[in-house]
C-alpha cells in the first residue's frame, strides 16, 4: 500500500520570504501523480499543484513550484514571496494510475507571519 | 466552478443516534469521495463510489455505511454514533477516469461538517 509521509507538522515563514513544505512516499509503482492540496483556517480544501511522475520537469503555478525527485520518493512545495493568505494547512497527496482514491499525507501548519 | 455542498457544518448528536451525512455536486462528476479528517492523521478515506450504486470501502468503514442513489447525491450513515466518531468530515468528488482517460483530475472539496457525539 502506499503511504504518504509530511515530517514537519508545524511551519512558519516570515512575509515575503520563501519556504519549503517536505513530502515523501513510499510506491512499488512507475507512473503516478502527486498533488498539494491548500487547506485554509475554516475554509474548503482547494488543489495548489499537481505533478505527474513521468513528466520530467517540475511543475508550477505562479508562486508555488514543486521539487520532484523520483528516485528519493520526494515532492516538496516551495512557496515564493509567502503572504498572509498562504496561511494554511497543506497536504501532500499520492494517487496511482488504477485507481480512483488518493492517499493523503498528515498534513503541514504552515503560519505566514507579518 | 466545481460546487461540492455537504449539508451541515456544524452537527451535535447523541451516542447510539443514527446520523447522516449528506453531500451534493453539480458537475456531473462520476467520482464521490467521503473522508474523516483528525488532528495529526491527515484525511483517511472512509467510503468512496465510482457510479450510481456503486460503493468502495476505504482504509476506516468501520461504523459507518453510504448511499448513492443519484449521480448529484453521496450520503455518509453513522449506524449507531459513537465518540470516537467525532471528527471533521469531509466530501470530495473528481471527474472520473473513464471520461478523462486521464488520473490527474484533482478531487474537489465541500466545506466539511464537524461533528461532535456526545
Known amino acids: 500500500a502506499q503511504t504518504v509521509t509530511q515530517s514537519q507538522p508545524e511551519m512558519s515563514v516570515q512575509e515575503a520570504e520563501t519556504v519549503t513544505l517536505s513530502c515523501t512516499y513510499d510506491?512499488?509503482?512507475?507512473?503516478?501523480?502527486l498533488f498539494w492540496y491548500k487547506q485554509p483556517p475554516s475554509r474548503q480544501m482547494i488543489l495548489v499543484i499537481r505533478?505527474?511522475?513521468?513528466?520530467?520537469q517540475n511543475a508550477t503555478e505562479n508562486r508555488f513550484s514543486v521539487n520532484f525527485q523520483k528516485a528519493a520518493k520526494s515532492f516538496s512545495l516551495k512557496i515564493s514571496d509567502s503572504q498572509l493568505g498562504d496561511t494554511a494547512m497543506y497536504f501532500c497527496?499520492?494517487?496511482?494510475?488504477?485507481?480512483?482514491?488518493?492517499?493523503f499525507g498528515p498534513g503541514t501548519r504552515l503560519s505566514v507571519l507579518p | 466552478d466545481v460546487k461540492v455542498t455537504q449539508s451541515s457544518r456544524y452537527l451535535v448528536k447523541r451516542t447510539g443516534e443514527k446520523v447522516f451525512l449528506e453531500c451534493v455536486q453539480d458537475?456531473?462528476?462520476?467520482?464521490m469521495f467521503w473522508y474523516r479528517q483528525d488532528p495529526g492523521l491527515g484525511l483517511r478515506l472512509i467510503y468512496f463510489?465510482?457510479?450510481?450504486?456503486?460503493?468502495e470501502k476505504g482504509d476506516i468503514p468501520e461504523g459507518y455505511s453510504v448511499s448513492r442513489e443519484k449521480k448529484e447525491r453521496f450520503s455518509l450513515i453513522l449506524e449507531s454514533a459513537s465518540t470516537n466518531q467525532t471528527s471533521m468530515y469531509l466530501c470530495?468528488?473528481?471527474?472520473?477516469?473513464?471520461?478523462?482517460?486521464?488520473?490527474?483530475?484533482?478531487?474537489?472539496f465541500g466545506d466539511g461538517t464537524r461533528l461532535s457525539i456526545l
Open positions: 470530495a468528488s473528481s471527474l472520473g477516469v473513464g471520461r478523462t482517460g486521464e488520473f490527474d483530475q484533482p478531487q474537489h
Open positions: 510506491t512499488s509503482e512507475n507512473n503516478y501523480y
Open positions: 505533478q505527474e511522475a513521468y513528466k520530467q
Open positions: 497527496a499520492f494517487r496511482n494510475n488504477y485507481g480512483q482514491n488518493f492517499v
Open positions: 458537475m456531473d462528476h462520476e467520482n
Open positions: 463510489s465510482y457510479d450510481v450504486k456503486m460503493k
